[in-house]
């Protein structure tokens, strides 16, 4: 057979395609470059590392699809039958893995987010108290580097959840989006603050620039997202991700921009984290109150699909932030290679 041409419908605008980090993402990677289905073995899947770096990328590639694609990649592949049966395996392994994990956590919404509500006395675990109290510039940029997998698509993957809301829920979903999205301004746009602080930083903010050096557990908080995002019967988990991150990220961003201010890394750096103090506080209340409000009273057996997107936002930050002080403990990135120096 007479391998295919050149796509008429290639991405031209989307980040460049990584190199796989095993089997799995190295078939992904070649697919996508060869315009052919995936090459891997069949009992790859089952042997993968769920928390791995193989499985993990693997699955952001495919999910990245849905974005942006790659550059030179067919816009077509999105729906590729070969590409989406992988990905299908793949996310069957990570779901169960986040089922496992949190298998005697909370059930109900308010058993879930209680935690979440109050300060905690010891912050000695809080990254952001870290970089708060004692960051220096370089990890404050490899944060960033970072967060940007996720932050240059801020609010796109919970913009799924919309069609599959009704009501109240639906109307404060779309209040808050738009909030995100810059209330109707492209120099408000959440992705677009984050950009200017990666600029402040010294930072390439192409949007996946960073990808190659990210590791499995930032591309894991970033799949979780996809993940209930592309699926309608998560669509309660969705909401319980995205009201975890509204819930957390006022107290956050405000220890993130005194940081950015102690460290002298520029206005628009700790004016995206002061942005959000306001801004998330307001949106903490819309999202419990409207959104999880609304979508329970319309569908009360949600609930506990609600906690569970809670617990799983939780166990990949713990996860990511475990990661990163690890790193930084000992004297080393948290990057897969080290940024450079500034």
Known sequence: MTPPGPSTTATAVGPHLVEGRGELSAAVANALRSGRPPAYGPASVLKVDTWGEDLQLALYLLYELHYRGFDGVDEEREWDPDLLRLRRALEDRFLHALRTELSGAPRSVEDAFAPLLVEPVDLSDSLSHYLETEGELWQLREYAA?????HLKEADPHA?????????AKAAMVAVEYDEFGAGRADRIHA????????????????????DRAPAPLLATVNLMSLFGLHRALRGALVGHFACVEV?????????????????????????????????????????????????????????????GCEATVLLEDRLAAHIRKAWDQGHTALRTPLSEV
């Open 160 to 168: 799924w959840v919309i069609p599959r809301l009704t009501g109240r």
């Open 192 to 211: 677009r603050l984050f950009a200017d602080l990666m600029a402040d930083l010294e930072l390439d903010p192409t949007y996946g620039c960073y990808l």
């Open 146 to 150: 970072l967060r940007s997998l996720y």
């Open 248 to 308: 957390t990220s006022s107290p956050g961003s405000r220890r993130m921009a005194k940081a950015m201010r102690r460290c002298a890394a520029g206005p628009a750096a700790e004016h995206f984290y002061a942005e959000h103090v306001q801004a998330d506080a307001v949106h903490e209340q819309v999202v419990r109150h409207e959104v999880i409000g609304g979508l329970l009273a319309d569908e009360p057996d949600l609930e506990p699909d609600v906690a569970f």
